[in-house]
């Protein structure tokens, strides 16, 4: 029965009358044989028409004076080749969230009077499948002609995605391949973006992905991950690789539990292949799949997105143009408030710190650059190949040292001289250039402790001083005496800051922390100084009492041993309280022998590291 409707592209277009809408689909199911035959059609009924798709990634988008009369293309989305034929009047851009975008349609805000929807071939029931699910039910049920568009080469996709041949006046044949994406080469910088950005990234979380360099890196820096979630916009090739590794079993999503949900999706001739009636993956419409109430259902939402400037207050500027693939103000905003409404949810923004033609992307303020998404009250964690600076619940103050630690190591003496003009920090706050260059990235660790208890170790960063300072006023008074020799009761910024201000050389200080519901917790710290001309370094550790007796010492030491042994110093010593107990048993516990003497209720230990 369905075969009777099958008829050419140029009798679809007869059926059109002048200012009629025509909505598209977008990506895979962007029906391309009949686009290119309402570019190349001169029948006369076609002027004046109204193309409308959600995003426009390939050929309906024209930016030629020869289409003007013909139609004009309305899109939701900015990004991509969008953007220049937006910037130069050639494309409408309707500023929406994209879950609102059926609404839209259904109110008749947005007028459709024609779908093209491209469709597998049916089966012997005459039911065939979308693409995805994103907003084409939701188009054909508004539109007074649909036509489906029959694509050999297209998967039959699972979820809310099967459609009767009775939903269609008329079918074309596709002539075209499917609008196809190549994946984006591996660069270095964006591996290294993406191991920071795994190492914020629980086991157990529900991610959101995206397309370009970054994700493509993060399908390699996840795939050690367990049990992670996908509830993401769409579904792209980095994915389905996340997805063979076995990292993600979307286990314990609070919604689609089991399945990766998406709405649409962008790939190669592999993805879709692999799609192909692959029950692993849930398309559902995009007003389900962008909700934010629906996304925050997901525990431990991280939303992830890649952003093109950020400055020292935690503002961000995204990407326009092919630089801006995917992350538009409405998409980000609905990831963005879904991960909040998320237990446990977070938000990551990653970048390069500098751009292609070696500017800064961490700057002290965005007031020239367009695209902004400012909601710094709720920031939590942005990104460089540099490291992570944790932005939640940080002062001003706090999050401009924190900034100024991930970008480009030659870029932080001026932004740390801006901030003081600005008097975003303190006049007196201490800066060693060179800390940048020498800042020991290899040190970074993590270690499972006894209850499960993971803690993350690095090098100590000026950032850290107010950390610091709560760390030093949780001890009792014994365990300051036993740190410092002294009963001291106050540390001031003036202390604290020269502290935590260290060379990694002369100087190394390790901290162990702990996330405490998307903070950064420090609960510990060891370090050793040594001074000029001797081949010895004095060593210190301090641990936050709920957490003594747990091994943190002693990991700590072992992380010293290391970082000491590689800058050639000849060994340890220290000097510990006689009743320090347990300071002495870690000190018991070096992989080398060690030397005690007892004088005047103070141990002097020595631990030469070239000793047997």
Known sequence: ?????????????????????????????????????????????????????????????????????????????????????????????????????????KTGAIHIDVAFIQVTPPDENGYAYLVGASVERQAMEMAKIVVGEINFQIPRTMGDTLVSMDDFHYLVKATEPPYYVERWPLQEIYLKIAVNVASVIQDGSCISYGIGPLFEALAKTLAIKKNLGVHSPFFTDALMELVKSGAITNRYKGVFRGKTCASYVIGTKELMA???????????????????????????????????????????????????????????QELFWGAALSKNGRTIFSLPSRNRKGKPNILLSLDKYPFQFTNRESMDVVVTEYG??????????????????????????????????????????????????????????????????????????????????????????????????????????????????????????????????????????????????DPFADTAFIVDEHYQGM??????????????????????????LENNRAMLKVYEKAPFPVETVLSGGVYKITIPFNTP
């Not at 020869?66 to 004009?72: N, S």
Request: charge should be neutral; hydrophobic fraction near 40%; charged fraction near 25%.
């Open 1 to 105: 029965m369905w075969k009777q409707k099958i008829v050419s592209p140029g009798e679809v277009l007869a059926k059109i009358d002048p200012g009629m809408s025509i909505f598209l689909g977008t990506g895979m199911a962007e029906p391309r044989t009949l686009v290119r035959h309402l570019m190349e059609s001169n029948q006369a009924n076609l002027q004046d028409l109204e193309l409308i798709q959600l995003v426009s990634l390939g050929d309906a988008v024209a930016i030629d004076e020869r289409y003007a009369r013909k139609f004009r293309l309305k899109t939701f989305f900015s990004g991509w080749l969008a953007s220049d034929a937006i910037s130069q009047g050639w494309v409408d851009l309707i500023p929406s969230r994209f879950s609102r975008v059926a609404w839209l349609f």
């Open 274 to 332: 692999w799609l192909d009636l692959n029950a692993l993956v849930e398309f559902q419409p995009q007003d389900i799949v962008m909700d934010p109430r629906t996304i925050g259902l997901n525990d431990n939402m991280v939303a992830i997105f890649p952003a093109r400037k950020v400055d020292l207050t935690g503002d961000i500027a995204l990407h326009t143009g092919k630089g801006n693939v995917t992350a538009g103000p409405g998409n980000v």
């Open 388 to 533: 992570v600076a944790y932005l939640m619940g940080k002062t001003l103050r706090e999050r401009a040292q924190a900034l100024i630690e991930i970008a480009h190591p030659d870029d932080r003496t001026d932004l740390v001289r801006q901030a003081k003009e600005a008097k975003m920090i303190y006049a007196d706050q201490i800066y060693f250039a060179e800390s940048g260059h020498l800042y020991p990235d290899k040190i970074a660790c993590s270690h499972r402790f006894k209850d499960s208890l993971t803690i993350r170790f690095r090098a100590i960063k000026p950032s850290d001083e107010e950390e610091m300072r709560r760390l030093f006023y949780r001890f009792s008074d014994q365990s300051v005496y036993y740190r410092y020799f002294s009963p001291i009761k106050t540390m001031p910024h003036k202390k604290m800051q020269e502290y935590v201000n260290v060379d990694y050389r002369f100087t190394m200080s390790v901290v162990a922390i702990i996330d405490e519901s998307g903070v950064e917790k420090i609960i510990g710290e060891g370090r050793y100084v040594r001074s000029q001309g």
């Open 551 to 576: 091994g943190i010492s002693t990991y700590l030491f072992n992380l010293l041993i290391r970082a000491a042994r590689e800058e050639g110093m000849a060994g340890f010593k220290a000097d510990v």
